[in-house]
């Protein structure tokens, strides 16, 4: 259950973060520490999703400002029965995306300009019904919220080695620092390690039945893992706890995916969605019904049409 995931997390990072405070601040380090992550659960719990969009300097997308956009999220949300999210663009030409928000009544899709830029119009579909599998799955309370709290471990760390730590403290305080400005960097990939790389083969999967074609979300993630080695994401470099949120791992490092990484290699996602279109096909052959799909639409028909 994605609720008890994100408790169990939520405990083991609140460890973490004060045993942080503990090495940089003794006793009383701990105690300020334990104050910090309980506030900081009690607030990403409700606004983690908005300060990860005010991360990335993401701004809000609607029928005026990005039309064929907006009613490519809005069919797909129909198709899966979802309420409405918001939609967000984000000015960077790394074509990525990502989901948030508590629960499906408060979840919000982000996409970059460079996502609309590369990919076609269903591609785009097949990206955006991903995301959606993601609310759909309950997904993004535990990707956000575990980001938030992976965020702040970072911020505790920066301030024990900009302040040098607790000297009086039998020299404790100066070995934490030395060791949370180790084990900082760290907390990101241990979230990404936390977080199951199977929710990302179980969101291709929704995704592509949300848009009623695999192949849609196969020809996308090729292209994005493309254009993401070409373009750097400054803001999630700088953020790297948020990372495991992306659709594609939006890092320069991915090529240490098979350790840390959430993300599955993106070979291995596309022929599963291949194979997955494979089965579809046949299936339809079967039937004789090879001009439709499992909802009955042309093949050619998009979500928004």
Known sequence: MNYAKTAMLLAVLTALFMGIGYLIGGTGGALIAFFIALAMNLFSYWKSDKMVLRMHNAVEAHEENAPEFFAIVRGLAEAA???????????????????????????????T???????????????????????????????????????????????????????????????????????????????????SRTREYAADKRGAEICDNPMWLASALGKMARGVSRFENVTAERNPASAHMFIINPLSGARMDNLFSTHPDTENRIAALQAMDQDWNATYDTADQTQTRRSGRPPDTGPWG
């Open 113 to 195: 300009t460079g996502l609309l830029e590369a990919l076609e119009p269903e591609e785009v579909a097949g990206v955006m019904a991903h995301e959606l599998a993601h609310i759909q799955n309950r997904d993004t309370l535990t990707m956000t919220m575990t980001a938030t709290i992976a965020g702040a471990i970072s911020m505790i760390a920066n301030f024990g080695l900009f302040f040098g730590g607790n000297r009086n403290n039998n020299g404790i305080g100066i070995f934490g620092v030395i060791i949370a400005a180790i084990v900082a960097p760290l907390a990101a990939a241990m979230v990404q390690m936390a977080i």
């Open 81 to 111: 029965d979802l309420p409405m999210p918001a939609v967000y663009l984000i000015k960077n030409p790394q074509p990525n995306a990502f989901a948030t928000g508590r629960n499906p009544e408060n979840a919000a899709v982000a996409a």
